[in-house]
């Protein structure tokens, strides 16, 4: 059974930066594509940035290009999300997030929070 443990997430000011971990275990890791998603207060989940098995078919939403960087380590079966110049938009749980044949599975996420 896949299991995430997510961790980083935290309360920090405008344009500060934090780095997101979720540690994978239940799965092979090493061929498996890789996503974080985040959810804010009354919005729906958002995809936010993904990376392919082998770290290739790397892609961010929009709103978090050029300020976030999702990378992984295989040998450690973890994913990060390295978030920079953060925003009060930004606020939200993030999770991490993989399918598995025709299932998801996702990390009980962990809470970012911008604020002055």
């Known amino acids: 059974q896949a299991q995430f443990v997510e961790s980083g997430g935290g309360l920090v000011q405008p344009g500060e930066s934090l780095r997101l971990s979720c540690a994978t275990s239940g799965f092979t890791f090493r061929t498996a594509s890789m996503a974080w998603h985040r959810q804010a207060p009354g919005k729906g989940r958002e995809l936010v940035a993904w990376m392919g098995y082998n770290g290739d078919h790397i892609g961010y939403v929009d709103s978090v290009k050029d300020r976030f960087i999702i990378s992984r380590d295989n040998g450690k079966a973890t994913l990060y999300l390295q978030m920079n110049s953060l925003k009060p938009e930004d606020t939200a749980a993030y999770y991490c997030?993989?399918?598995?044949?025709?299932?998801?599975?996702w990390g009980q996420g962990t809470q970012v929070t911008v604020s002055s």
């Open positions: 997030h993989t399918t598995l044949g025709f299932a998801d599975a």
